[in-house]
């Protein structure tokens, strides 16, 4: 029996989803839940709370909650690389940064072609060690998620941090605000949320999909992928046959590599992220406006970045 969240809306989403097991709320008390990171050698999730100007941790061995950062100048978009390091997107100093494994920051980029960057959102690493993030300017349109500041680039884009230069790239530039963003399983393909409709009257919010070029760093056009129809696409996470696992208003909405809406994972709140989790990485951890929820479901996330 499904627990009464699941909402089937094509017969494939029956072998994705999991009976006699229920929505957990694991804790509550955010004001803006973001940016779920797996780290599987300590066995917990990092998230963000970004109006809390904190990031909190979620200790899978024991359910405990702890402070992980705080001051965490307004960190939104967490994954960890393939050495296991925690990469964050931070809005307040409007950069992209790294917990070295002798526990030193490091800041990846913050600017590009001298210019600052408007509030990195979220951040994905590729097999060779390039990183992928989008910056649209959340973090400074207002007080609340960061510094209110002006934009100096003028435009939102996809950023590509090069592992051996650490050059930054604009990888797409036709977006109003990207947002989330994950590769397919065989990284032939960079799916990218634009959640444009926050600023534009009728303005985007979707996911769009790119090719990834030949030469593993340049993108195709991006050609529309799914239109959401509930609220906005924030974040989202892959699994290992290349279904889209995506944060909407009402919930969590699956896609099929074929763009077919499949199903639903109604949760109560507004859900702003996702990333898979648990040793087998078969659980499906939710970030949704005050709360993380989680979900054990019949799929695996794809990639190592968590
Ligand atoms: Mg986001």
Redesign the pocket.
């Known amino acids: 029996m499904y627990p009464p969240e699941i909402e089937t809306l094509d017969d494939r989403f029956a072998k994705l989803a999991l009976d006699n097991v229920r929505l957990e709320k694991l804790h509550t008390g955010c004001r803006w839940a973001?940016?779920p990171a797996y780290l599987p050698a300590g066995k917990y999730l990092v998230w963000s709370d970004i109006p809390n100007n904190r990031v909190l941790r979620y200790d899978e061995t024991s359910g405990a909650v702890s402070v992980f950062l705080a001051p965490a100048d307004n960190h939104?978009?967490h994954c960890v690389d393939r050495q296991g390091r925690l990469v964050s997107c931070e809005h307040r100093t409007r950069c992209i940064s790294r917990i070295e494994h002798d526990g030193t920051r490091r800041v990846l980029a913050d600017r590009f072609e001298g210019k600052r960057l408007n509030s990195p959102?979220?951040v994905v690493v590729k097999s060779d060690g390039s990183i992928w993030f989008?910056d649209p300017t959340y973090g400074i349109d207002s007080e609340y998620e960061g510094d209110a500041a002006p934009q100096e680039i003028g435009a939102s884009h996809v950023y590509r941090i090069d592992p051996e230069s650490g050059a930054v790239t604009a990888a797409a530039t036709d977006f109003v605000k990207p947002?989330?963003l994950a590769f397919s399983p065989d990284e032939k393909r960079l799916y990218i949320?634009d959640?444009g409709a926050s600023h534009v009257k009728n303005g985007p919010r979707h996911i769009r999909v790119a090719e990834v070029g030949d030469d593993g760093r340049s993108l195709g056009p991006a050609a529309p992928f799914a239109e959401c129809t509930a609220g906005l696409f924030?974040?989202f996470r892959i699994d290992t046959n290349g279904h889209l696992w995506t944060s909407a208003a009402d919930g969590v909405h699956v896609y099929a590599p074929d763009a077919t809406l499949l199903g639903k994972i109604k949760v109560p709140e507004v859900v702003?992220?996702v990333c898979f989790g648990g040793p087998k990485r078969n659980r499906l951890y939710i970030c949704a406006t005050t709360s993380l929820y989680a979900i054990y479901v019949n799929a695996r996330g794809a990639s190592w970045p968590s």
């Open positions: 973001e940016g939104n978009g959102n979220d989008t947002n989330g949320a959640t924030d974040g702003a992220n």
